[in-house]
């Protein structure tokens, strides 16, 4: 079964950095498509990073100068580094990405890691 584990999550305080992890099991990432989104409370689910095939890489207008997406294929494992971390950044971020496993392409998600700034 394929999952992904989010890590790194935690809480810090305005203007602080974080690294967030997603790893696969039981399968690896494809080159079509890996994503970072996150959740506030009473708030949608919103995309903050996504990698395309080429390594194509875009960012919501938020977080842009701020955070960045990235892959390690040895390590089979998608990484957003979030930088100068803001209170409006707090919410639950979560992995998406569609992972080869059992001779397939499936669309993944991750269970969410918390991030929580203060002001």
């Known amino acids: 079964q394929v999952q992904l584990v989010e890590s790194g999550g935690g809480l810090v305080q305005a203007g602080e950095s974080l690294r967030l992890s997603c790893a696969a099991s039981g399968g690896t990432f494809s080159d079509n498509y890996m994503g970072w989104y996150r959740q506030a409370p009473g708030k949608q689910r919103e995309l903050v990073a996504k990698?395309?095939?080429?390594?194509?890489?875009n960012y919501a207008d938020f977080v842009k100068g701020r955070f960045t997406i990235s892959r390690d294929n040895a390590k089979n494992a998608v990484y957003l580094q979030m930088s100068s971390l803001k209170p409006e950044d707090t919410a639950v971020y979560y992995c998406n990405a569609v992972v080869l496993g059992g001779g397939r392409l499936s669309n993944v998600w991750g269970q969410g890691t918390q991030v929580t700034v203060s002001s």
């Open positions: 990698m395309t095939s080429g390594r194509t890489t």
